[in-house]
């Protein structure tokens, strides 16, 4: 694909502990991408209601999902 670009998810050097930061709210995959999302400096593209739900969110979120849209 000329329009991505493959990346090193960087697993082995991502603290598990900020993975695992309100977990009780978000899930595990939310906040993985949220963490790699920081370290890239990506925007993140969405329909999932509950990325609201996660950490602090430091990066820009793109969605149409109307739930996310009125937590904004």
Not at 22 to 30: K, V
Not at 32 to 56: C, G, P, Q, W
């Amino acid at each position: 694909m000329r329009i991505a670009q493959r990346i090193d998810d960087k697993f082995a050097t991502i603290s598990i502990d900020d993975i695992f930061k309100e977990i009780e709210i978000s899930d595990f995959n939310d906040n993985y991408f949220l963490v790699m999302a920081n370290l890239e400096k990506f925007k993140i593209v969405t329909d999932d209601h509950d990325f609201v739900f996660s950490r602090a969110i430091t990066v820009p979120i793109l969605t149409a999902n109307q739930k996310m849209l009125k937590r904004a």
